[in-house]
């Protein structure tokens, strides 16, 4: 398996020279494996979200490099950048961010139809992932019409449609009761087990956390340790990561 | 503290409250504006010079029409207002401020910002109409002198309509504030909308729609002797039907092409057909409005340009330019200045009865006159040369046509007698000269001073000249000057409304729109495709109403072929004035749009 994502010395200053500047990011390294499900953890304000943005090419680092699937997005323009982000990056938000004037199925459709896949071939392979995610019966409905659990999952089934070479996950259980939110993270790694899919989950939730084979925390917008699962069953691993963060790491 | 407080969310929302300020101002205005023409009796008999009670009646309606679509455009702007300090408002509640506290927030909130906008909007009333009555009679050099910029009638009925809708729309705020539970209003925004609908019942409306707008246009072409009966049925039928039809067929054209799929999954279109889906929802009633004030501003403009035709109506409907019958050293000097493209004499004896005429000069030059008649109830004019046999037969159209051209010639009997017997009859020795000129336009002024010395010179043929061309010139160049003004007048007035409306109800739903276009963003979406979706949304939302405003006016027109033979005359140049006003306002609705939905973009 080859490396799918790179952050070789990403720094992240807000402000302009010689105005009053904020560090976000001091300096990030760390790479991702094909097929890996990470997970990065930190408090409020540790640099998560724009560390986010930047693997997301919605943001572009100060210094330091960001390669995903090889390439270095830091050389591409607006337009490349937009075309790259459509062809190579999945998402899903905390809060689904789904288009409510569209239908489920439309949601889902629409990475397809921007990349331009032709129409006829569309609805088969919506109806695909939406088999997958088991949402193959709410496709019809607004998202307005379908509990928070099916709108993640319609998120999800967004995300992935496309077939993206890495999936970014900003805190999705962060608005869901602990029945979905347990029924995503089941999925999420599901898919990462079982479909390969590469996945970079944001989370302060240690819970979520735990479905990832790979810890890495983040503290004053560097990353400092990172926590493997190594072989460890899902709850053994919650309960390294409980002792971890109770220690004070 | 609550006041304080609640200055403090008109602060941070200042830009809202200046879209909603605005808007409220701009409705004043036009409100005002109207009323300067449509309540000033002096413009309107000496400036306009039509029938008092037909004029009446047409401005009485006017200001029906215009209290409705005022009214409309208020609830609007207040159900903005209440949306935008739903949340503020239950936040209060929450932290424990009394619902009668509230309640009387909101109502002063209502009244002042409702006062203050209207008291702006009168005062920019008096310099917007000093400035547009200033430009247009300047441009269209017409001759208004009854016209007032500052009307007191006019202020005074502004306000009152202005205080009683706004307190009104004040007690409605607080009815739904001290009602709706606080958990309602503080979330608010996150309540989904429904817009699924039995698809029977939308196919009935859809129908119901353009069955309404066929019999609404049909009876606009009823004969204009009804126009009691058309206009309020007109309005009743039309306005019902471009509501169902923007409630359900161009709906059902949205969704028709939302399930083309090979039509709808191209590009990010299936977003831009759901957020047109989304907006022809909730967008029904304005949609309406805005059709309306489309319709009733190209209209206008339509008419108020037709009135400029008017007088060039005139140099075809007489035939000759001038009547010459005298021979006197003033009237030469001034023919002399004329360009003449062809004269006609005749020569006649005049005594007690009868003017004797010499049929020979008939023979080489006929005598021409432009026929009128009504054709299915419509004025129509006919070129005809007068048959020399029937000129002198009482009682036919060109003994009758002839005489009205000649010196006493509707008085006394017309003979044509052979040259041999004119010779022997006994009377004065006269003449009639039929001028036309090479340029009407360019030789008019002449035209008018050998008129009037004519008539200077032979008062008791005052006859001859009441109806002459110059004079019938100048009779509807006064005429049409008030109704070109009044047109031009109200039709930027209805124009700015529109327009504001429009723009004030696309910017009002731009907060949730953000997030639309920040998602599409993320998800990969080139920006100059988002460009192109607002493009074509907000492109469809001008165009919708334009449709059906072309259409409402194409058949309107037929309305007032009462005072005008040709109403579709020269119809594309207010066509093309308006469609460039149009697509200026639609340009700075685009460019005010993007600022706000799209500003992420400048951070990269």
Not at chain 1, 48 to 68: E, M, Q, R, V, Y
Not at chain 1, 82 to 100: P, V
Request: hydrophobic letters at 45%; charged letters at 15%; aromatic letters at 12%.
């Amino acid at each position: 398996m080859g490396e799918i994502l790179r952050v070789d010395q990403a720094t992240k200053t807000y402000g302009k020279q010689g105005e009053k500047q904020y560090q976000a990011l001091k300096g990030i390294n760390f790479a991702l494996e094909e097929g890996e499900f990470v997970a990065v953890m930190g408090a409020s304000g540790s640099g998560k979200t724009t560390l986010l943005n930047l693997l997301a090419t919605l943001d572009k680092p100060t210094s330091g490099h960001i390669f995903i699937n090889h390439q270095d997005n830091s050389a591409l323009n607006a337009n490349q950048l937009a075309d790259f982000r459509s062809r190579q990056i999945g998402f899903i938000f905390q809060d689904f961010n789904l288009l409510e004037n569209l239908t489920n199925r439309e949601n889902i459709a629409s990475p397809l139809s921007l990349r331009g896949v032709p129409s006829r071939r569309i609805d088969p392979l919506v109806e695909q992932i939406a088999t997958r995610l088991g949402i193959k019966q709410i496709l019809p409905k607004y998202p307005a019409e379908v509990s928070g659990g099916q709108k993640q999952r319609v998120a999800a089934a967004r995300a992935l449609v496309h077939e993206p070479a890495i999936l970014l996950a900003d805190e999705p259980t962060g608005a869901l009761d602990s029945t979905s939110a347990q029924e995503l993270l089941d999925t999420l790694a599901d898919l990462n087990q079982n479909d390969g899919i590469t996945t970079l989950m944001v989370t302060h939730d240690p819970y979520a956390a735990s479905f990832a084979s790979r810890i890495l925390f983040i503290k004053d917008g560097k990353i400092g340790e990172q926590l493997l699962k190594s072989g460890l069953a899902r709850q053994q691993f919650y309960h390294l990561l409980i002792d971890h963060l109770g220690n004070g790491e | 503290m609550i006041w304080k407080l609640s200055l403090t969310g008109i602060k941070n929302r200042f830009k809202d409250y200046l879209v909603l300020f605005s808007g409220l101002v701009v409705a004043s205005m036009i409100f005002y504006m109207f009323l300067t023409i449509a309540i000033n009796p002096s413009f309107i008999s000496k400036d306009i010079q039509a029938p008092t009670d037909y004029l009446n009646f047409i401005f009485a309606f006017g200001i029906v029409l215009l209290i409705i679509i005022s009214s409309v455009y208020l609830t609007y702007a207040n159900s903005f207002l209440l949306n935008m300090r739903k949340h503020d408002y239950g936040m209060f509640m929450m932290l424990g401020a009394k619902s009668t506290r509230i309640g009387l927030l909101i109502f002063c909130e209502t009244l002042v910002t409702g006062t203050l906008a209207m008291a702006l909007g009168i005062l920019l009333g008096f310099g917007l109409t000093a400035l547009v009555s200033r430009l247009l009679i300047a441009k269209l050099h017409l001759t208004i002198s009854h016209f007032q910029v500052i009307l007191p009638a006019a202020i005074l009925w502004t306000v009152i309509f202005f205080i009683v809708m706004f307190f009104l729309e004040a007690l409605k705020n607080v009815h739904k504030l001290t009602r709706t539970p606080v958990i309602d209003l503080l979330h608010e925004n996150q309540k989904p909308f429904k817009y699924r609908q039995h698809t029977g019942l939308r196919a009935i409306e859809a129908l119901l729609g353009l069955v309404l707008l066929a019999t609404g246009y049909y009876i606009m072409s009823l004969p204009g002797a009804m126009i009691l009966f058309i206009i309020p049925a007109a309005l009743i039928t039309i306005v019902a039907g471009s509501y169902f039809t923007f409630n359900a067929f161009f709906s059902a054209i949205i969704n028709f092409l939302i399930k083309k799929k090979s039509f709808s999954y191209h590009g990010i279109r299936i977003f831009t057909l759901g957020q047109l889906k989304f907006r022809l929802h909730d967008y029904t009633r304005m949609l309406t409005v805005i059709s309306l004030l489309f319709a009733l501003a190209l209209g206008a403009i339509t008419v108020g340009l037709n009135f400029n035709t008017l007088k060039d109506q005139v140099e075809e409907n007489i035939y000759y330019d001038t009547t010459l019958v005298s021979t006197s050293p003033t009237v030469k000097k001034e023919v002399a200045r004329l360009a003449i493209k062809s004269r006609q004499t005749y020569h006649y004896k005049e005594n007690k009865a009868h003017l004797y005429f010499k049929r020979g000069e008939f023979t080489n030059k006929p005598v021409k006159n432009v026929r009128f008649f009504l054709k299915n109830g419509n004025p129509t004019y006919h070129l005809e040369t007068l048959p020399i046999k029937k000129l002198d037969r009482p009682g036919t159209n060109a003994n009758n046509a002839f005489g009205a051209l000649v010196p006493n010639g509707t008085a006394k009997i017309i003979r044509l007698v052979s040259n041999a017997k004119w010779q022997k009859l006994k009377g004065q020795n006269k003449f009639v000269t039929f001028l036309k000129v090479e340029n009407f336009k360019r030789d008019y002024p002449t035209l008018l001073l050998i008129q009037k010395q004519q008539l200077k010179e032979n008062p008791a043929y005052d006859n001859l000249y009441s109806a002459s061309k110059p004079s019938s010139y100048q009779f509807i160049s006064s005429f049409s000057s008030g109704f070109e003004f009044m047109g031009f007048f109200l039709g930027f007035a209805f124009l700015t409304m529109l327009a504001s409306t429009l723009m004030f109800k696309v910017l009002s739903g731009t907060s949730s729109d953000k997030a639309r276009y920040k998602m599409l963003y993320q998800m990969g979406t080139q920006v100059g495709v988002l460009h192109t979706s607002i493009r074509q949304e907000i492109g469809t939302l001008f165009l919708l109403p334009a449709i059906l405003g072309v259409i409402d006016v194409l058949f309107g027109l037929k309305l007032f072929r009462i005072f005008l033979p040709h109403p579709y005359n020269k119809i594309w140049i207010p066509f093309l004035i308006f469609l460039v006003l149009y697509l200026f306002y639609y340009y700075l609705t685009v460019k005010l749009y993007e600022k706000i939905v799209l500003d992420y973009e400048k951070n990269n």
